[in-house]
């Protein structure tokens, strides 16, 4: 299975997000699927990756050609592309499962169109915010202000998924640890 995975290219102040991550990849990698993300060796990003590869996992990048001197170079596959535009597509295309784990406005960029395919049922998969220590807790609070001033029925907000563990991220994502 491909797991579609968003995130920042920064590692953030906090190890803690580190950590997440490496958990993330190794629990991706040692049950034998693949992660697809955006193709880069810095930050979370390459922290992933790194897990996923040396829990015996494969990984699909796919990154734009001006982020190119940026690239992971242990890749099963490194798909470039021209634009971020193209680079989303192709990123949701791969997915058979997306999590965001905690990422800038890039992250919340890439996972928004993923929440909004799935609300208008472009995309019938899990969508899974893992958000540690509340980290997308203001993101879902708003979501949640959608649905009381109507402009998201309750029915739609409900399949967008929040993890507070890489355990449970992954396993609304389909995979059994």
Not at 23 to 28: L, S, V
């Amino acid at each position: 299975m491909n797991i579609t995975v968003y995130l920042g290219s920064n590692p953030g102040n906090d190890p803690k997000y580190l950590k997440y991550a490496e958990e993330i990849g190794r629990g991706i990698g040692s049950t034998g699927n693949t992660m697809v993300y955006g193709g880069a060796n810095d930050g979370l990003m390459g922290r992933t990756a790194d897990a996923v590869i040396a829990s015996g996992g494969k990984v699909i990048g796919v990154i734009p050609e001006f982020f190119l001197k940026r690239g992971h170079t242990e890749l099963a596959e490194l798909h470039v592309v021209k634009s971020m535009s193209e680079r989303k597509q192709k990123m949701m295309d791969l997915g058979d499962a997306f999590i965001a784990l905690p990422g800038g406005p890039g992250t919340i960029e890439e996972i928004s169109e993923i929440i909004s395919a799935v609300r208008i049922g472009l995309i019938h998969k899990p969508c899974i915010l893992f958000s540690p220590d509340g980290y997308y807790d203001e993101f879902r609070d708003m979501y949640r202000k959608m649905v009381r001033e109507g402009f998201l029925r309750e029915d739609e907000f409900s399949r967008i998924q929040f993890a507070q563990t890489p355990a449970q991220a992954l396993q609304m994502a389909g995979i059994t640890l």
